[in-house]
T-cell receptor
Framework: DAKTTQPTSMDCAEGRAANLPCNHSTISGNEYVYWYRQIHSQGPQYIIHGLKNNETNEMASLIITEDRKSSTLILPHATLRDTAVYYCITGYSTLTFGKGTMLLVSP | DAGVIQSPRHEVTEMGQEVTLRCKPISGHDYLFWYRQTMMRGLELLIYFNNNVPIDDSGMPEDRFSAKMPNASFSTLKIQPSEPRDSAVYFC?????????????FGPGTRLLVL
């Protein structure tokens, strides 16, 4: 079973920030938090990962709470092409995908 | 780099037939993963290899499934005999190492329909 909890679905207006939450209360000390997304009919795509510190790359920002029990993926300016299922995964090596959050970005 | 290459992209076969799915990982990557995705079960890890050696096949559903990696640039997932419940999208992924921070790169998938 996946070790994370995410909302089933979320909506976001185009151009606005999308904030996707994830709970991972059982995360262990050496486990990373990974975010992947899967656009319809495509393979999953890596977005970002982190251990303790907040991270930012060209796609998104990752905010991890100090106790590491939850995190938030931020897409600063969502576009229609960001509509996808977003997976939050914790682990060290293999990835165990849960059901993810279906993000719908609307005009 | 062309990314992870999978073939065929679509496969339709009849129950009882043998099905072979193929994967070419990204050059230089030493880990290769096979996943299966269905509506009911989501995305499941079937097996993964490191340096062409199978490391964990606990996700392989049953003996009808087998996977090989004869060299660093090629892997196959075989189903024999196939059954309708094997209908799914099968993804191959590769990564350069399984240490901290490395990510997996997924192929486009093979959509299998067993009639």
């Amino acid at each position: 079973d996946a070790k994370t909890t995410q909302p089933t679905s979320m909506d976001c207006a185009e151009g606005r920030a999308a904030n996707l939450p994830c709970n991972h209360s059982t995360i262990s000390g050496n486990e990373y938090v990974y975010w992947y997304r899967q656009i319809h009919s495509q393979g999953p795509q890596y977005i970002i990962h982190g251990l303790k510190n907040n991270e930012t790359n060209e796609m998104a920002s990752l905010i991890i709470t100090e106790d590491r029990k939850s995190s938030t993926l931020i897409l600063p300016h969502a576009t229609l092409r960001d509509t996808a299922v977003y997976y939050c995964i914790t682990g060290y090596s293999t990835l165990t995908f849960g059901k993810g959050t279906m993000l719908l970005v609307s005009p | 780099d062309a990314g992870v290459i999978q073939s065929p992209r679509h496969e339709v076969t009849e129950m009882g037939q043998e099905v072979t799915l193929r994967c070419k990982p990204i050059s230089g990557h030493d880990y290769l993963f096979w996943y299966r995705q269905t509506m009911m079960r989501g995305l499941e890890l079937l097996i993964y290899f490191n340096n062409n050696v199978p490391i964990d096949d606990s996700g392989m559903p049953e003996d009808r499934f087998s996977a090989k990696m004869p060299n660093a640039s090629f892997s196959t997932l075989k189903i024999q005999p196939s059954e309708p419940r094997d209908s799914a999208v099968y993804f191959c992924a590769s990564s350069s190492t399984q240490t901290i921070g490395e990510t997996q790169y997924f192929g486009p998938g093979t959509r299998l329909l067993v009639l």
